[in-house]
């Protein structure tokens, strides 16, 4: 692993940059998007000094994974990860591209999330201790952390451009996006949600929580965009592990944070570095939620 180097940056001179995320960088490309999956990692809310190689590949090919498997339930905006069906202005930068990129077509985002939860944990956790409720679903009384929820719940939340987001009630929602268009991104969410966890499950995996994110086209499609059911956007538990009443091993970045809680960061620039072991152990468990949910191992990258 220490032979690899992880892209934290992307410049590709004729292709315009649209913005600079925490982990992607947009292009435009002709009348499309290119996606660019770098290896950036943040935790609380800051991007760290260190990469985790391949964490760009191994979030765009899961994400494909997804995508290609649930267009019967909703399109999506994937056009190809391929970059020789790429526009020629991409060519050239082709060893950077591969498997981390994804040609996508414009939308509007919507300025909502659109998470589902089985279980309750994170975010959700701390709003049923508060408050007995997350985004105003009463929830039963005497829940663990980690326990199983009688059934999923849709649990919207602003998209916040800093900072952390913010969990709404589905009223909240529908006063954004409308009550007619909140309703049929609740029904896809949990459709969707529920076809992950049946995959998941089949894996040995508990996929407990995920966001998607819609976009509409300027012809009104609405499309599921951004990543779909990654490591990054989702909390995955490995099953024989689950013990409910605390919080869960994970296949996501917990262990980093874990690890910055350790040290005692006050969670301020300046911003830490991650240790080589921690390095290496944070990308060994996002390949092994890919081998696990695709049964294949990440393809070899061009180096």
């Given at each position: 692993?220490?032979a690899?180097?992880?892209?934290?940056?992307?410049?590709?001179?004729?292709?315009?940059?649209?913005?600079?995320?925490?982990?992607?960088d947009?292009y435009?490309?002709?009348?499309?998007?290119?996606?660019?999956?770098?290896?950036?990692?943040?935790?609380?809310?800051?991007?760290?000094g260190?990469?985790?190689?391949?964490?760009?590949?191994?979030?765009?090919?899961?994400?494909?994974?997804?995508?290609?498997?649930?267009?019967h339930?909703?399109?999506?905006?994937?056009?190809?990860?391929?970059?020789?069906?790429?526009?020629?202005?991409?060519?050239?930068?082709?060893?950077?591209?591969e498997?981390?990129?994804?040609?996508?077509?414009?939308?509007?985002?919507?300025?909502?999330?659109?998470?589902?939860?089985?279980?309750?944990?994170?975010?959700?956790?701390?709003?049923y201790?508060?408050?007995?409720?997350?985004?105003?679903?009463?929830l039963?009384?005497?829940?663990?952390?980690?326990?199983?929820?009688?059934?999923?719940?849709?649990?919207?939340?602003?998209?916040?451009?800093?900072?952390?987001?913010?969990n709404?009630?589905?009223?909240?929602?529908?006063?954004?996006?409308?009550?007619?268009?909140?309703?049929?991104?609740?029904?896809?969410?949990?459709?969707?949600?529920a076809?992950g966890?049946?995959?998941a499950?089949?894996?040995?995996?508990?996929l407990?929580?995920?966001?998607?994110?819609?976009?509409?086209?300027?012809?009104?499609?609405?499309?599921?965009?951004?990543?779909?059911?990654?490591?990054?956007?989702?909390?995955?538990?490995?099953?024989?592990?689950?013990?409910?009443?605390?919080?869960q091993?994970s296949?996501?970045?917990?262990?980093?944070?874990?690890?910055l809680?350790?040290?005692?960061?006050?969670?301020?620039?300046p911003?830490?570095?991650?240790?080589?072991?921690?390095?290496?152990?944070?990308?060994?468990?996002?390949?092994?939620?890919?081998?696990?949910?695709?049964?294949?191992?990440?393809p070899?990258?061009?180096r």
């Amino acid at each position: 692993m220490s032979a690899i180097t992880p892209i934290l940056d992307t410049s590709f001179e004729g292709l315009g940059l649209v913005r600079r995320g925490k982990v992607r960088d947009v292009y435009a490309v002709n009348d499309a998007l290119l996606i660019v999956a770098t290896d950036r990692i943040s935790a609380f809310d800051y991007v760290l000094g260190s990469g985790i190689p391949d964490k760009g590949r191994i979030l765009t090919q899961l994400s494909a994974f997804w995508f290609a498997r649930t267009r019967h339930i909703v399109p999506n905006h994937v056009i190809s990860t391929e970059v020789a069906e790429y526009p020629a202005a991409a060519h050239a930068y082709a060893r950077v591209l591969e498997g981390r990129s994804m040609l996508v077509r414009r939308t509007t985002p919507l300025p909502v999330e659109c998470v589902a939860r089985g279980y309750i944990s994170g975010s959700g956790w701390k709003d049923y201790k508060a408050h007995g409720a997350v985004c105003g679903i009463a929830l039963p009384p005497g829940l663990r952390e980690s326990d199983r929820l009688p059934e999923p719940i849709f649990t919207p939340a602003t998209k916040a451009e800093s900072g952390h987001d913010e969990n709404i009630s589905e009223a909240e929602a529908a006063a954004v996006v409308g009550a007619g268009l909140l309703g049929r991104l609740k029904a896809l969410t949990l459709a969707l949600y529920a076809f992950g966890v049946a995959h998941a499950a089949a894996c040995g995996i508990i996929l407990a929580d995920t966001k998607f994110e819609f976009g509409l086209t300027d012809a009104g499609e609405l499309l599921l965009i951004d990543e779909m059911m990654t490591p990054d956007s989702s909390r995955y538990w490995p099953a024989d592990e689950y013990a409910p009443g605390g919080p869960q091993p994970s296949f996501d970045k917990q262990y980093v944070r874990d690890y910055l809680e350790s040290i005692r960061w006050n969670k301020q620039p300046p911003v830490p570095s991650l240790p080589p072991d921690v390095v290496a152990r944070t990308r060994e468990k996002y390949l092994d939620a890919y081998r696990r949910l695709t049964g294949a191992d990440l393809p070899t990258a061009a180096r």
